[in-house]
């Protein structure tokens, strides 16, 4: 089983604290490198981040093997792969699926399938879910394969270098070609599940843009500039156009069994190589049904 390890060349002369923080391993990752069984090298050599670097040296950064939670049971089922390298998988999420275990859905959730996935490809690693998707949600999800590049994916977010793009089905008739919804959103009082828009609630923003209008719906696509819970359900309801079959937030089930609502595109910079990667994933047939 082989550890995650990266490759850099020094550009000038320096501490190799400071070049590796310039390389965005945070202070943790160091930690964990240090204290957990990982390894530092400069052309070969075990050193310690206080050793000073020159121009062209080559280092390497070996990170500690990591394992499973013990909690989370790996289990057989269908995994739609649609991008894999040592540091990513990107897979496409069926509706109905749980992205992680629940106390209602112990079971069949994608974290178990990935799980085996990770063992019977002898992949070091937990579990680091980048993008997350509710349970009814269909598309792309973003995981991350060792605690650092957790970690690069989560600056990419902060500094919107990774976007997704959402396609959904929604109750009325929708007026305007493209606008954004900017209205924070808070856990409601009465309720451990539901969010709603209000004052004290976290900033929060989602653009839309309208493809097609229906007579009973209107077809839309959505992209997040903020990443809060339940927020296109949470939004689009505030606005009087709930998703259809989201019943959480004011949706019908008379047409579809779950909210349509697909995470369509996923774009991002890789982590590693710095290259620009685009990713799709078809709509579901229970939502194109409605559109065709």
């Known amino acids: 089983m082989k550890p995650f390890e990266l490759k ?6 320096g501490l190799l604290r400071e070049a590796l923080h310039n390389w965005g391993i945070s202070k943790r990752s160091l930690a ?37 939670g013990k909690g989370l049971q790996a289990e057989k089922g269908d995994l739609k792969i649609v991008f894999e390298d040592d540091s990513l998988l ?19 959730s994608l974290a178990n ?30 995981i991350a394969k060792n605690r650092h590049i957790h970690h690069m994916l989560s600056i990419q977010q902060q500094e919107k270098k990774m976007s997704r793009r959402y ?13 954004t919804i900017t ?28 493809l097609k209008v229906f007579s009973d719906f209107s077809h839309v696509q959505l992209k997040l500039n903020t990443g809060r819970t339940h927020q ?5 309801a505030h606005i009087n156009h709930p998703l259809v079959g989201d019943d959480l937030y004011g949706g019908s089930r008379e047409l579809i069994s779950r909210q349509a609502l697909h995470c369509r595109e996923l774009e991002m910079i890789h982590p590693v190589t710095g290259e620009a990667l685009k990713f799709k994933s078809a709509n579901r047939e229970d939502m194109l049904s409605l559109i065709k």
């Open 90 to 108: 990107i897979v496409d999420k069926p509706p109905l699926q749980n992205t992680i275990p629940s106390r209602e859905h112990p079971s069949g």
């Open 32 to 68: 964990s490198v240090k204290y957990g069984g990982g390894q530092i090298t400069v052309n070969g050599k075990e050193v310690t981040v206080r050793h000073p670097l020159e121009p062209g040296d080559a280092v390497t950064v070996v990170f500690p093997l990591e394992e499973l």
């Open 113 to 142: 399938i990935v799980a085996k996935h990770f063992e019977e490809n002898e992949i070091p690693a937990t579990l680091h879910i980048a993008t997350r998707l509710d349970r009814d949600t269909s598309g792309l999800v973003c």
């Open 183 to 210: 209205a924070p959103i808070g856990r409601k009082n009465s309720s451990i599940i539901e969010r709603e828009v209000r004052a004290d609630g976290q900033f929060a923003e989602t653009e839309v843009r309208l």
């Open 232 to 236: 296109i359900r949470v939004h689009l």
């Open 8 to 13: 850099y060349v020094a550009g000038q002369q």
């Open 167 to 179: 396609e959904a089905l929604v109750h009325g008739r929708v007026d305007h070609e493209r606008f």
